[in-house]
């Protein structure tokens, strides 16, 4: 099995910055996307910015300039770095990976179980 495990979260001011990490473990071959989603009470689950092995990078359009995604493939861990947080970034964020788990094996999605983000006076 793989698991994704999410840290980082937790209570900040308008204008301040977080930073979350989310590290794969289990039987892993080859991690391939890996990308962080968002989901506000009572909203549909969002992408917030995907970076593929090769380190090439996506983000929705109301984080751009704000949030920078990488990744450490030799630690099969991704990060989320948040800046100029403001209210609406509230959330619970997910980490997903797409992992290929033997050499003949198709990759398969896994998601973490996420972390609660507050953004808030």
């Known amino acids: 099995q793989v698991q994704l495990v999410e840290s980082g979260g937790g209570l900040v001011q308008p204008g301040g910055s977080l930073r979350l990490s989310c590290a794969a473990s289990?039987?892993?071959?080859?991690?391939?996307?890996m990308a962080w989603y968002r989901q506000a009470p009572g909203k549909q689950r969002q992408m917030v910015a995907a970076i593929a092995r090769g380190g090439s990078t996506n983000y929705a359009d109301f984080v751009k300039g704000r949030f920078t995604i990488s990744r450490d493939n030799a630690k099969n861990t991704v990060y989320l770095q948040m800046n100029s947080l403001k209210p609406e970034d509230t959330a619970v964020y997910y980490c997903n990976a797409n992992v290929q788990r033997s050499p003949v094996g198709r990759a398969e999605n896994y998601w973490g179980q996420g972390t609660q983000v507050t953004v808030s006076s």
């Open positions: 289990g039987t892993i071959f080859s991690i391939y996307t």
